[in-house]
């Protein structure tokens, strides 16, 4: 009999030990998600960036890189294709610097007629070479550049290190203005930022200033964010882009008169899927509901994210979205593209009601970011999921009529 108690006691006791560290065995493995090293999740993402490592590794040259991506649409069809200059990021020296990178993508669109690549424009260059003569100035180069039509347009990305108003680029934006040259810019948070250390006038912005409780005069808004990564999308955020385009707001900043608000210009990325979650989540503020089918007239009668009282509350809590949708209304050239969010099914149905907004429906621009959004889903995959829920006619106007209308400049007509 005792030996069947003993037994009877062991067991709950073995029992109890085997509860208590499959217990907090599983409350470690979520905590340090030791789990996550072999679930299907971690598998996938893997893969896909196997299958973006496979472009660098595999396809060394453009030209390799641009003839599977030309594979996936019909023949014709014209693919814009966007230079990157990395030079000035402090990241370390390119392999391959950005002038000698430009030339072999010269070279890759002689033999594809349909590629139409856009030259790349960073105030650091410019003001490296503003005393240069002829095409060593690289202002000089640029406007060289577009008006022969080796490209058709030109590619910014703040995001490497600098405010898209910056002083040394006025010229250039002079002339694409002038001649309607597009220009496509970076407007969303990403991997590739500056990577250099924060400068101490980075820590307010240069032109929006906010009402601080018991002064008088306003003050610049502050910018107090540490890490590159978190500071580096000061440079990349919509409101910047109303501060290029008002003319009031740009003559102060300048010191003169200068009046961009017909400048040609695509936020590309649509300000994030982030941006687009944080809008659909917040029921509370108005200007993260400013998105609806009033007419034109109706809609500027109303407060929005840029003519707001308060600029600070706007920088920090207005989703992006809504601030790209407002400068769209605002200025008659802004225009914003799909490239990278459409990899996010979950946006589409935001996507169609804004298509079928009249007011913006003429300003949005399909894109995928290839290769890099490769990451995510395939090229084919995204175009054909797309397609098929937006329906033939609301595709052809984002693949086809907005992109004419957008890539149109006075040396060129499509």
């Known amino acids: 009999m005792k030996f069947c108690k003993w037994t009877f006691i062991l067991y709950w006791v073995y029992l109890s030990i085997g509860f208590i560290f499959n217990w907090a065995f599983k409350i470690v493995t979520s905590f340090f998600r030791i789990d996550y090293f072999f679930s299907k999740e971690l ?90 003569s002829g095409k060593k100035n690289y202002t000089t180069f640029l406007k060289s550049e577009l008006q022969k039509g080796d490209f058709s347009g030109i590619k910014m990305y703040p995001a490497l290190g600098y405010y898209p108003f910056d002083k040394d680029l006025i ?38 200033t906010y009402n601080k409780k018991g002064t008088e005069n306003p003050q610049p808004i ?12 000061n440079f990349t955020h919509p409101m910047n882009y109303h501060c290029l385009l008002d003319k009031e707001l740009l003559s102060n900043y300048l010191g003169y008169e200068c009046d961009l608000s017909k400048l040609k210009i695509c936020l590309a990325h649509f300000g994030g899927s982030k941006e687009w979650n944080k809008y659909e989540v917040d029921g509370w503020n108005n200007y993260n509901k400013n998105i609806n089918h009033a007419t034109l007239n109706d809609y500027l009668q109303i407060k929005n994210t840029l003519n707001h009282k308060s600029k600070r509350t706007i920088w920090w809590n207005a989703s992006w979205l809504s601030v790209i949708y407002d400068l769209m209304v605002k200025y008659d050239n802004v225009y914003t ?21 009249p007011k913006v429906s003429d300003k949005i621009l399909y894109g995928t970011d290839y290769y890099v959004v490769t990451q995510k889903k395939s090229e084919k995959a995204l175009h054909q999921n797309l397609r098929s829920y937006l329906g033939e006619d609301l595709f052809f106007k984002i693949a086809n009529e907005n992109p004419k209308r957008f890539l149109s400049t006075s040396f060129k007509t499509y």
């Open 43 to 132: 598998k996938q993402i893997t893969s896909r960036f196997l299958t973006l490592g496979r472009y660098s590794l595999n396809y060394k040259t453009q030209s390799k890189i641009y003839d599977l991506l030309e594979k996936t649409y019909a023949k014709g069809t014209k693919i814009v294709v966007l230079s990157m200059d990395m030079d000035y990021m402090e990241a370390g020296t390119p392999q391959i610097s950005y002038l000698k990178q430009l030339e072999a993508l010269k070279i890759v669109k002689k033999t594809n007629p349909e590629m139409l690549p856009f030259i790349f424009l960073d105030p650091r260059r410019v003001n490296d070479t503003k005393h240069l």
């Open 222 to 233: 502050p910018l107090p964010q540490s890490g590159n990564y978190q500071w580096t999308t």
């Open 171 to 208: 010229e250039s934006y002079l002339f694409a203005q002038k001649h309607q040259i597009p220009l496509m810019t970076h407007c969303i948070e990403g991997t590739v930022f500056y990577r250099g250390k924060k400068k101490p006038e980075w820590d307010y912005h240069p032109i929006l």
């Open 337 to 357: 593209d799909v490239s990278f969010i459409l990899f996010n099914e979950n946006l589409f149905p935001m996507l169609k009601y804004i298509l079928n907004d």
